[in-house]
């Protein structure tokens, strides 16, 4: 299987239209704006966000410039103070991408391995796990990643990939570590969280659409699923639904903890009004992210 058929098939894409973001909405007593920040883009995917420059990372897929109806990825960013946008095309397929908050070092994973990037040269070097398929990355503390198509974790260090002996035997789509050193990661089966040190998983969820998986800037886990956007239990082991969504595809964070969520076109960022909403998850019945 090709990695663009698995990634169709994590995916479940529907085919269903959805109404545009209403630019402003109360519900429940909670104000909010929805922004759109970037359009007429196809299918744009694992987002994350550089907070000490307030960017945000992701990829999208483009025809491919010498295969007739092949589909490559390409990583672009957009840096919201400016809503400046560019293609980081020195990457080939470039996938997934994560930030290093603490040195603003950004990471992107192709087709061919994990590059650093650097925003102010626009330019991105060859870093590790060389002629090898990035199908995921992470980073708190040390570089993780999974490949395709095995999905089988690993870590970075030094240019060293090692197998990740927490998930040693466990597949992994997508992956985050909380502020309580809670692992949280999916694959096919279902959403599981695990402390990191142990090899004692707690179950959460299976049959659900997985679109992303994050934690805000104070390290508060949440899950994108197609219908939504969930903060994830953990006192309860349940999911409970901070907004609705139709088709939605990413998830992140601005610098000022605001949602920033893609559908299959674009990507808005959302808003609350500080003064109405209480702080986090506030409720929100529904962001009708769509085409216009």
């Known amino acids: 299987m090709k990695m663009w058929e698995l990634l169709l098939s994590c995916l479940l894409l529907s085919q269903a239209g959805a109404k545009p973001v209403d630019e402003n909405k109360e519900v429940n007593d909670c104000n909010y704006t929805a922004e759109l ?5 196809d299918r744009p995917y694992l987002l994350s966000t ?10 999208y897929t483009v025809p491919s410039k010498t295969d007739e109806g092949v589909e490559n990825f390409t990583s672009a960013y957009i840096y919201l103070n400016t809503k400046e ?10 996938f997934a ?13 192709g087709s061919d391995g994990i590059y650093k990037y650097d925003h102010n040269t626009k330019n991105a070097e060859l870093l590790g796990a060389k002629d090898t398929d990035i199908w995921m990355i992470y980073f708190k503390e040390v570089l993780y990643y999974s490949v395709f198509p095995s999905q089988f974790l690993y870590t970075l260090v030094d240019g060293t990939s090692t197998r990740f002996s927490d998930l040693e035997d466990t597949k992994v789509d997508h992956m985050v570590i909380d502020n309580e050193n809670d692992i949280f990661f999916t694959n096919e089966t279902g959403l599981f969280s695990q402390k990191k040190g142990t090899k004692n998983a ?14 805000d800037m104070n390290g508060k886990p949440y899950i994108c699923l197609n219908n939504g956007v969930y903060s994830i239990n953990k006192k309860e082991i349940k999911l409970d639904l ?11 964070f601005d610098s000022e903890n605001n949602f920033v969520c893609s559908d299959d076109t674009s990507i808005y960022r959302i808003k609350a009004d500080k003064h109405k909403c209480n702080d986090g998850p506030f409720l ?9």
């Not at 991408?97 to 994973?109: A, F, P």
């Not at 707690?202 to 934690?215: D, G, P």
């Not at 929100?284 to 216009?292: A, I, K």
């Open 37 to 41: 920040l970037k359009e007429k883009l």
């Open 50 to 59: 550089d907070y000490n420059t307030n960017t945000i990372y992701f990829s």
């Open 85 to 94: 946008y560019g293609t980081i095309n020195n990457v080939q397929d470039g």
């Open 97 to 109: 991408q994560s930030v290093d908050q603490k040195s603003g070092d950004v990471y992107i994973g």
């Open 202 to 215: 707690v179950f959460f969820a299976n049959n659900i659409s997985v679109r992303a998986l994050t934690t």
């Open 242 to 252: 901070v907004f609705e969504t139709v088709d939605a595809f990413g998830l992140t």
């Open 284 to 292: 929100l019945q529904s962001v009708n992210l769509g085409t216009n």
